[in-house]
């Protein structure tokens, strides 16, 4: 089981903290999971694999919240999203972060 932030943003605002380097994301994307996505943030997708964009309100008391909502249109009736996973693009890219939803 792998939540929270992946190690590729880890190193990356290390880097940015530690050795002057940018970082950002131009467009964060969401992908939803039936089960623990695992390390990689690849197991256990629903039935609609495509990743959404995502915008975000500023970050206020240590929380980010997506500031518009996102549908999945696609996701079979029998299925229940419990995880999500964040990228740095639409296809490929790196895995930024993965978490639990909350109802």
């Not at 609609?48 to 309100?57: I, L």
Request: aromatic share 8%; with cysteine; net charge negative.
């Amino acid at each position: 089981m792998a939540h929270g932030i992946s190690a590729y943003l880890g190193n990356a605002w290390m880097d940015a903290l530690g050795n002057a380097t940018s970082f950002s994301v131009a467009q964060p994307y969401v992908k939803l999971h039936t089960q623990d996505p695992g390390t990689a943030g690849t197991a256990n997708p629903t039935t609609e694999t495509t990743r959404k964009a995502v915008s975000f309100s500023a970050a206020s008391a240590g929380a980010l919240t997506s500031d518009a909502d996102i549908s999945w249109t696609n996701i079979t009736g029998n299925q229940d999203a419990t995880h999500f996973t964040c990228w740095d693009n639409i296809s490929a890219g790196n895995l930024t972060v993965s978490l639990t939803l909350a109802s």
